[in-house]
């Protein structure tokens, strides 16, 4: 990139929209810090303990995706996934934060929280009743960096908190309100200034509209609905400043809460002090840039702050296969590139007809949505699985076969009309509420009310459906009722919460997440390529979700005419023909 690229951010996007001067300087701020962080060299120590390995690993992880965030902005696809990436590095920053406090004692847990997650997953399993001969491969995936075949004495460390204690943990602490920190070159100290970044005013409701771009679901896929962008592909300028604010000030933290909680993986050549005084420059400079597009203010205290934390149990019997024998490791020999053709074949497929939304009259806009987002998230996983934003692809494929599974539900048959009216105001009932929350949340935590509503209000050329909700309204069901109902017509129905979990290992930065994000093969450590099995299961997930999204709302906004049904049974098709392939590989199913 040229410097002078570099310096006004005014390169040419594929979206074709004229971004404002404030959005300019934005993308030059991100970019700047992005080739910053890029510039760190990774330092990894081969058979050191599990939880040092897990923490060297973090940041790399974490800058990934950053970049994979930065290099979406105005790319004409993909606007919501952007969100998605935010909201994990938002998580991460305070996983790093809390560990980063009391690294002695808080680090290990990298290791306890590994068991866990391995026990819920088979839990899953022998709940849902579903097969998995590869699971060895599947807990580790790497064999030889260091030894993560498990032990229960890893117990002895503290529960990791989950995302929801982490938040709650973060909002008690008051960190708008904290006294500034001494100016100093350490990375505890300079770890307190960077969290304060975080703290703009309504961050909870910041959270919960990361939340909603990182589900997938119809008030994320709103974020996409720019005055002057395509449905589903653009975001809005208020939502990306807000998406990047929050993505720098995550993946800075996380950069000092490894600094602090592992200082063995500083590279020697570097000097620290100066690198990472560079860095807070650099994140305040995105800091103040993206608050001027998205205009939350410097952060307040909240009006009644709580200092309630939940905290998730741990629990209390694990299961004997959350420990794996040395002699079950499986070698990294699987070979994805059946799958891959398969996908490519199904990718033909599906950009080979096309209807407008508006061709049959004055569409519903849940449903161009789900065809316009189905259509932008495909296309994220298409270009980025066997690029350097490859990760993007796992977010992406998580995000289609979850709303896949919602939208499954709201728009299958029904015995009569009345109970598909019934479900259909079910549907939309769940995010009347959720922006009603969201906006609840921002005003009562330092943002004005007009502000909130701003934030979250739709461009003047659409149409709002009624905002009330019905009196004694039911949630939707849970994720995993409705992804075993889309999973019914498989041998194995589970299996599609099981994916589900597995997914989520890397868009929630597990350590079993972690570990699929690499290879080791023939003592070379490739820290940014995908495990062959997470591959196939991204690919296999982003075809049937993508299938489902395209195919039935293709149906409702033709109204159902014949072009539009062969087209969506040849998009199962040939998604089912991914399947076939790619359980050969991930071997769920």
Known sequence: MSEHLAQDGHDPRPDGREPSAATVRLRATTRTLRAHLDE??????????????FAESAFPFAR??????????????????????????????LRWQWIGQAPAERRPAL????????????????????????????????NGVTDLTGSFSWLSAPPLPDEQALLDMFLASSPATAAPATQTDRPEDLLAAAGRMLAVSGVHGAATILAHAGHGNLLGLQSSMAADGVPGHDLRADHEALFMHVATVGVTVTLLGVCAAAPECWP?????????????????????????????????PAAAA????????????????????????????????????AVEEYDAFLRSWYTSPWAHGDPKLASVLAYAGAHSTFATVMATYDQHAAVASVFAARMLLEEAARFTWLAQ?????????????????????????????????????????????????VIEGPQATAKGRKPLPAIDELLLAMGAPFPEPGWLPVAYSLLSQVTHSTPTGLMHMARYVDGTLSAHEISPEMLALALDVACLGSARLTGLSSLLLTRGDDAAKRYALGLEERALAVHARARLVHWLD
């Not at 760190?40 to 058979?47: R, T």
């Not at 902005?73 to 909201?87: C, I, K, N, P, Y």
């Not at 994140?283 to 307040?300: I, N, P, R, W």
């Open 306 to 341: 709580s200092s309630k934390v939940r905290s998730r149990a741990r629990p209390s019997l694990l299961r004997p296969q959350v420990l794996v024998a040395r002699g079950s490791l499986l070698p990294d020999i699987a070979d994805p590139s059946p799958v891959i053709t």
């Open 413 to 461: 048959e029904q015995e009569d009309d009345e109970a598909y009216v019934q479900r259909s105001t079910r549907y939309f009932d769940e995010f009347r509420a959720r922006k009603k929350k969201t906006i609840g949340l921002f005003s009562s935590n330092g943002v004005s009310l007009a502000a909130a509503e701003r934030l979250l209000q739709l461009p003047a050329h």
């Open 40 to 53: 760190l060299p990774a330092v990894f120590h081969f058979d050191g303990p599990g939880d040092q390995f």
């Open 111 to 142: 290791l306890s929280s590994l068991l866990e997650e391995r026990n819920r997953i088979c839990g899953y399993l022998a709940e849902h009743d579903v097969s998995c001969p590869n699971l060895a491969r599947w807990f580790v995936p790497l």
């Open 64 to 93: 990934w995706r950053y970049a994979c965030a930065d290099s979406l902005l105005g790319s004409g696809f993909g606007g919501t996934v952007v969100g998605a990436l935010a909201r994990s590095l938002f998580d991460d920053g």
């Open 268 to 300: 020697e050549e570097v000097d620290q002090a100066a690198y990472l005084t560079t860095t807070m420059q650099l994140t305040q400079d995105v800091v103040l840039a993206a608050s001027a597009v998205h205009s939350l203010g410097e952060a307040k």
